[in-house]
């Protein structure tokens, strides 16, 4: 990491943390903190300060942070707004690199007096040389150390990945954080900005970009105070990642409610579209939106055009992945004349041969599916392939011989899924089908969305041949 980004290295990859108000009553944040950090299995050294207490959670405690002993390189703190300045000039004392400020009060609130106070602890980590996450913040999360520097154990649980999620919002970081869980979708960090002190968006995006465990850059946005930065830092960026934005306000009431949520400027949405597709940020409309498109930019490869096979298990599923694809500019376009031969072959006369194919007649019979997936996968006039079969008792081999042969495949084109089985069912093929680069969506909407996604990202870095 270059020397320019070594006070936020120190917060995503501390060696040593205080946590400043630290608890052992559940009644407070400070325990919380303290939780998150020890069940998450932090490595490094873990300093309580609190000067009412000799030990917090087994840990022993500090009544302050000068009386620590050794480097601090990252200071959390849950004390009032009040105290807070007085901590950032401790932190300078104690060589601190960097803070993650979980407080609240500052200008998020309806009151000048807070507006203020984050202008002065602001002038102070910038006079001192201190990079502070927050004020207002739930917290980051490296799930890579592993670090657990928020007041959410269960955070701890989420899978590492190669997703970065940049949040103005603590309630959206814990939305995709669950989600993430129950979608067995990997990240790499998940960050609360809060208020933004002095580490914003275009801070992260370029922290992120030489972020070796980072594959893909998402991002939660309800206003900027200066989007031009966040713009040029794009611009470099998605040179290097695929950057995605989930920016919320377009009705007046939302625009108006992030106003009061983070204290940051709004604005038209339709100016933010704009700037970001100018910038090459591929932006979506809901947070599942924004997870499968992440998900499926850090794994899948890219499809030539907007060409698409929906093959299906069962007609229903099928149908709905080819509305979504009509309303999103994909084409279900027709087999080649040798490809349609194939597959009238391998599927008895009562299955839909057509693109889009149902496969439903013939799905006790795996090697015909594998077979129909092949032929298609050669077809030159398929840009990419969408798969969806949901378990039937009659069909439980299906998805086995076709895992297996698609790890075997040097595939040159998408392949996305919708597998659908009870819990325990076609798991492990589900999870080895996306470890070798084929993402797997709860619903055919969602598949067929997520691949026209990518085929906007395609042409987003305009590179790719669209059917008309």
Known sequence: MEKKWEALDAIFNPKSVAVIGASDNPGKLG????RSLIEGKYPGEIFPVNPGKQEILGIK??????QVPGQVDLSIIVLPAEQVPKMIIECKEKAVKGIVLITAGFKEIEDRRGEFLQKEITELANRFGIKIIGPNTFGIVNL???????????????????????SQSGGMSHLIGFLSMKNQV???KIVGLGNRCNVDFWDMLEY???????????MYLEGLDEPRKLIEAAKIGNSKKPIIAYKVGRSSTGDKASQFHTGSLA???????????????LTVKSSEELLDTAKALSISLLPEGNRVAVLSGQAGPGMAACDVCEMEGLSVSPFSSETQKKVDTLLPPLALRTNPVDMGPAWYDSEAIKGT?????????IDAIIFCIMFASANRSAVGTLAEFLLQLERKKPVICCISAPEGIWDEEVQRLEQSGIPNCP?????????????????????????V
């Open 31 to 34: 325990s919380h903190v303290m």
């Open 61 to 66: 405690a500090y009544p302050s942070l000068l």
């Open 144 to 166: 890579h150390l592993p670090l657990n520097a928020s007041f959410t154990p269960e955070f701890s649980r989420v899978e590492k990945g190669g997703i970065g999620f940049v």
């Open 186 to 188: 990997g990240l790499s």
């Open 208 to 218: 992120l970009e030489e972020d070796p465990d980072t594959k893909v850059i998402a």
């Open 267 to 281: 604005g038209k949405h339709e100016i933010y579209g704009a700037a970001f597709k100018q910038a090459g940020i």
């Open 373 to 381: 997936v092949e032929a298609v996968l050669k077809d030159e006039q």
């Open 443 to 467: 619903t055919p909407e969602r598949a067929a969305k997520t691949l026209a996604n990518l085929v906007r990202f395609r042409k987003l870095k305009g590179c790719i041949n669209l059917a």
